[in-house]
């Protein structure tokens, strides 16, 4: 299921019904590795559909796991130590820092060297914190850098057992550790100060793993010996508790909601959150299920029953994930409530200590973070009799941000400032772990679910206007691809003057624009070649626009601009026609220009007198000629900063 890459989300409106969701995303990724290791067949049902475990399983498949996906739903997995071997390249985990915390425990235990690579973000992820122990254990761990950042290099090997205790509480690096110990020489030994999630040696014990646990403190003592698993099988995958806080909370904060989350895993540490609701004065009520699951009930029976502020500890939500769910029901009571120690929530999949404290300030509340404590000052009666305001918030990239800023837009006041709509962009983040979020949200309030369908935002203007560095930077804001579609002019130029063929040969030219491979991103490729840096010489800048006044290859090439946003769900597309022409109806248009001199002077290789040659030959081609369209927002952008510019061409949308 695809999610879509912008929400928009109607304040004020409350949430009535029942929803269940995927299932435990962290039980998940330990079905699937624990079914890799076990001889013999396991069957996992309520599997986790998100990307996250999706790295997972390609993961094992890699090491000769033969993966098998029922009709009933049903995942099997033909594992056992005997059968794994080196995988032939990388382990891609994408964006899930369990995936590779866990793998990098498990591969630990073979001879044989591992690389583990992510995205972007997971690359910026510390891994020392897994790495200083299992090279304690005997194999050979190599990151980038002091924090040992990804890619991840794991020489393993014979290992020794040994005792650990955990500088910070972290069921990762714990499980990490106890995957290794299972072919270490002697007992391996995990100390934790507070107890984390505890589904590793709940599961290990389940698959006959020689393991004992005992309290230490306000933790506890994990030891670990030598062991082979056996299936456990099948099982069944509870709903996860992270993902229902969501849904609770929405059930707290809006007015007139009722809520009810079927079939939630509520295991040790994993529904600190519901006594942290209920302490904040929310009417939240646990209902026990068969096999161990519980629905959660939340209601909200409106401005009469306000939240009050409470200090919460990091213990009380050991993983911090719930963190951005409470944040929202903090955000709307009275007074200020104090999270404390929750410094680790700096090391996610973005910052999201500084990015929880932004989304509160966007919906109107305040929010001040001092050393490793995040306080959140609610509107309580103040204002709107406790209600926040319609705001546009950026994820980052981060699932559980995009999801807690969807509950925020919810409790907002439909009247503030006449605004009654939210705008959350990257929201497909949530595929990591919810694909179905919107979905499920829209179904409970009542509403349509967001229908997936191209967003495009054009933007046109003269060279020198300011439109790649426009169109770049609102495509970061709002995580949307981006294309350039001067550069494949510029590509076709350059390939016909590399071919010695006349810009002005309109016949020949078209030919090339019709047969040629083309690839406009970060890099550009023309045929497989790297012409990035050659389509901006000085020569390729005079035939240009000789060659976008050919009709032919404005015709061959429009096909492929519409034909990549079919492709990308839409896009932020730069040009000179795309809102008249290319994208007639795309949700915003806009249409940039500066003064003669400006643009000049950003362009640097060109002079004023180049300048207006290129808008008179731009403006007066027969063929779709630079025009702002009737309905395109007009920006002159000389003298005005980048991010003014932006925030500009947002409000639009």
Same mark, same amino acid.
């Given at each position: 299921?695809t999610?879509?890459? %912008?929400?928009v989300v109607e304040g004020g409106v409350?949430?009535?019904?029942t929803? !269940?969701?995927p299932? +435990?995303?962290? $039980?998940?990724?330990?079905?699937?590795l624990?079914g890799?290791?076990a001889?013999?067949?396991?069957?996992?049902?309520?599997l986790?559909d998100?990307a996250d475990?999706?790295a997972s399983?390609?993961?094992?498949?890699?090491?000769g796991v033969?993966v098998e996906r029922r009709?009933?739903?049903?995942?099997?997995?033909?594992g056992?130590?005997?059968?794994?071997?080196?995988?032939s390249g990388p382990?891609?985990c994408?964006?899930s820092?369990?995936s590779?915390r866990?793998?990098a425990g498990l591969?630990?235990g073979?001879e044989?060297q591992?690389?583990l690579?992510?995205?972007?973000?997971?690359?910026?992820?510390p891994?020392d914190?897994?790495? +200083?122990p299992?090279e304690r254990?005997?194999? $050979?761990v190599? &990151?980038?850098?002091?924090d040992c950042?990804?890619?991840?290099?794991?020489?393993?090997g014979r290992l020794?057992?040994i005792?650990?205790t955990?500088?910070?509480?972290?069921?990762?690096?714990?499980?990490?550790?106890l995957?290794?110990?299972l072919t270490?020489?002697g007992?391996?030994?995990?100390?934790?100060a507070?107890?984390?999630?505890?589904?590793t040696?709940?599961?290990?014990?389940?698959?006959?793993?020689?393991l004992?646990v005992?309290p230490?403190g306000?933790?506890?003592?994990v030891? $670990?010996?030598?062991?082979?698993l056996?299936?456990?099988?099948p099982?069944?995958?509870?709903?996860d508790?992270?993902?229902s806080?969501?849904?609770?909370?929405? &059930?707290c904060?809006?007015?007139?909601s009722a809520?009810?989350?079927q079939?939630v895993?509520?295991?040790?540490?994993r529904?600190?959150?519901?006594?942290?609701l209920q302490?904040?004065?929310?009417?939240?009520?646990?209902?026990?299920e068969p096999?161990?699951?519980?629905t959660?009930g939340?209601?909200n029976?409106?401005p009469?029953?306000?939240l009050?502020?409470i200090?919460?500890a990091?213990?009380e939500?050991p993983?911090l994930? @719930? %963190?951005?769910?409470?944040a929202?029901?903090?955000?709307?009571?009275e007074g200020t409530?104090?999270?404390?120690?929750?410094?680790?929530?700096?090391?996610?999949e973005v910052?999201r200590?500084?990015a929880?404290a932004d989304?509160?300030?966007?919906f109107?509340?305040s929010a001040t973070v001092e050393?490793?404590?995040?306080?959140?000052t609610g509107?309580?009666r103040?204002g709107?009799?406790g209600?926040?305001r319609p705001?546009?918030?950026?994820s980052?990239g981060d699932?559980?941000m995009?999801?807690?800023?969807?509950?925020?837009a919810?409790a907002?006041?439909p009247?503030?400032d006449?605004?009654?709509r939210?705008l959350?962009?990257?929201?497909?983040?949530?595929?990591t772990s919810y694909?179905a979020?919107a979905d499920?949200?829209?179904?409970?309030?009542g509403?349509e679910?967001?229908?997936p369908?191209?967003?495009i %935002?054009?933007?046109?203007g003269p060279?020198g206007a300011?439109?790649s560095?426009?169109s770049r930077a609102v495509a970061?804001?709002?995580?949307l691809?981006?294309?350039?579609?001067?550069?494949?002019y510029?590509?076709v130029?350059?390939?016909?003057?590399?071919?010695?063929?006349?810009?002005?040969?309109?016949?020949a030219?078209?030919?090339?624009?019709?047969?040629?491979?083309?690839?406009?991103?970060r !890099?550009v490729l023309?045929n497989? $070649?790297?012409v990035?840096?050659?389509? !901006?010489s000085p020569?390729?800048?005079?035939?240009v626009?000789?060659?976008?006044?050919?009709?032919e290859?404005?015709?061959h090439?429009?096909r492929?601009q519409r034909?990549?946003?079919a492709?990308h769900?839409?896009g932020?597309?730069?040009g000179?026609?795309i809102?008249s022409?290319?994208?007639?109806?795309? +949700?915003?248009?806009?249409?940039?220009t500066?003064?003669?001199? @400006?643009?000049?002077r950003?362009?640097?290789d060109?002079?004023?007198?180049?300048?207006a040659?290129?808008?008179?030959i731009?403006?007066?081609?027969?063929?779709?000629p630079l025009?702002?369209a009737?309905d395109?927002?007009?920006?002159?952008?000389t003298?005005?900063?980048v991010?003014d510019v932006?925030?500009?061409?947002?409000s639009w949308?």
């Open positions: 299921m999610a879509p890459r %912008i929400l409350p949430c009535r019904g929803v !269940r969701t299932g +435990e995303k962290s $039980i998940s990724h330990r079905a699937v624990f890799a290791l001889e013999g067949t396991s069957v996992v049902y309520g986790s998100g475990v999706a399983v390609a993961a094992v498949v890699a090491m033969e009709d009933d739903g049903g995942l099997v997995l033909h056992g130590r005997s059968l794994l071997h080196q995988p382990l891609e994408a964006n820092g369990t590779m866990l793998l591969v630990a073979f044989w591992t690389e690579t992510g995205d972007a973000s997971l690359s910026a992820r891994m914190r897994v790495a +200083e299992l254990m005997g194999a $050979i190599r &990151g980038q850098g002091a950042r990804p890619p991840l290099v794991v020489q393993g020794r057992g005792e650990w955990t500088k910070v509480a972290s069921a990762q690096v714990k499980s990490a550790i995957l290794a110990g270490a020489d007992p391996t030994v995990v100390r934790e507070v107890t984390t999630r505890a589904h040696e709940e599961m290990l014990g389940e698959a006959g793993a020689d004992t005992e230490w306000d933790g506890r003592v030891t $670990i010996r030598p062991s082979s056996r299936p456990v099988t099982r069944t995958v509870p709903g508790p992270s993902a806080a969501f849904f609770v909370v929405a &059930g904060v809006v007015p007139g809520v009810e989350v079939g895993y509520q295991g040790p540490a529904l600190g959150y519901v006594t942290v302490r904040m004065g929310a009417r939240v009520v646990l209902t026990p096999g161990g699951t519980v959660i939340a209601t029976l409106g009469d029953a306000p009050r502020a200090t919460v990091a213990a939500i993983s994930d @719930e %963190i951005p769910a409470l929202v029901a903090a955000a709307v009571a409530t104090v999270f404390s120690d929750v410094g680790e929530l700096r090391i996610k910052d200590l500084a929880v989304m509160v300030r966007a109107g509340a050393g490793d404590t995040l306080s959140i509107v309580g103040s709107h009799a209600r926040l705001a546009r918030f950026e980052q699932h559980r995009a999801m807690a800023a969807a509950i925020a919810l907002a006041d009247d503030a006449h605004h009654h939210s959350i962009s990257g929201f497909s983040a949530v595929e694909p979020f499920d949200l829209a179904r409970l309030a509403t679910p967001p229908a369908r191209p967003l %935002i054009a933007i046109d060279a300011g439109k560095t426009v970061a804001r709002l995580g691809d981006r294309l350039d579609t001067g550069a494949m510029r590509s130029a350059a390939l016909a003057l590399s071919r010695r063929i006349a810009p002005d040969d309109q016949a030219v078209a030919a090339l624009a019709d047969d040629a491979e083309l690839e406009v991103g !890099r023309i497989g $070649i790297d990035t840096d050659v389509i !901006r020569a390729v800048g005079v035939a626009s000789v060659v976008a006044a050919n009709p290859v404005r015709a090439l429009v492929r034909a990549w946003a492709a769900g839409g932020v597309v730069e000179r026609d809102g022409v290319v994208f007639p109806k795309a +949700e915003v248009k806009v249409y940039l500066a003064t003669m001199e @400006e643009r000049a950003r362009r640097q060109e002079s004023p007198d180049g300048v040659r290129r808008d008179r731009d403006s007066t081609r027969a063929a779709s025009a702002r009737p395109a927002h007009l920006l002159d952008t003298g005005r900063t991010q932006v925030e500009e061409v947002l949308l």
